[in-house]
């Protein structure tokens, strides 16, 4: 009963696909896999030029910092989609919506509101200009 037990490793290998350079990295791995059946292999983790690519595309796509004035500025940009003023980034089409408007619009009032005495000058002239300009384009849209 001195039976030895052969323990199988297992590799784990990323196929997602990145490039078409990654489709020939995934091309030499099966094929590597495939001529020595049962060996695990050692998988890195990145070439360099793919680590590269992926640097330059996370720092082409950078996005703001987040913080009051650029979320009240999304906001803003979502109203004046909905208003059908700027063209929808997904559809690249004018399109209006008053209702969605409407309430983004809400939601920015509600905000003003809620957020009273916590913010600094500047952010609060930001908010009542903002809510003023869009409120203005939404009655002529609704006329």
């Given amino acids: 009963m001195d039976e030895k037990k052969e323990e199988k490793g297992f590799t784990v290998k990323d196929r997602r696909i990145f490039s078409p350079e990654s489709q020939e990295h995934l091309k030499e791995d099966k094929e590597k896999s495939e001529a020595a059946p049962g060996k695990p ?13 992926t640097k330059k595309t996370e720092a082409e796509t950078r996005l703001p910092e987040i ?3 650029t979320f009240i500025f999304s906001l803003n940009s979502s109203a004046l989609v909905h208003l059908g003023i700027i063209e929808d980034p997904a559809s690249g089409r004018k399109e209006k919506n008053l ?7 809400d939601i920015l009032g509600m905000l003003e509101e809620k957020t009273k005495g916590n913010l600094t ?3 609060e002239n930001f908010i009542k200009n903002i809510l003023h300009d ?4 939404y ?5």
Avoid: G, H, W, Y
């Fill in 67 to 69: 913080n009051f004035s």
């Fill in 41 to 53: 292999e050692k998988q890195d983790s990145a070439r360099p030029e793919e680590t590269a690519k």
């Fill in 139 to 143: 009655v002529k849209e609704v006329a």
């Fill in 121 to 123: 000058t500047d952010e």
């Fill in 99 to 105: 209702s969605f408007a409407k309430q983004t619009i």
């Fill in 134 to 137: 869009l409120r203005l384009m």
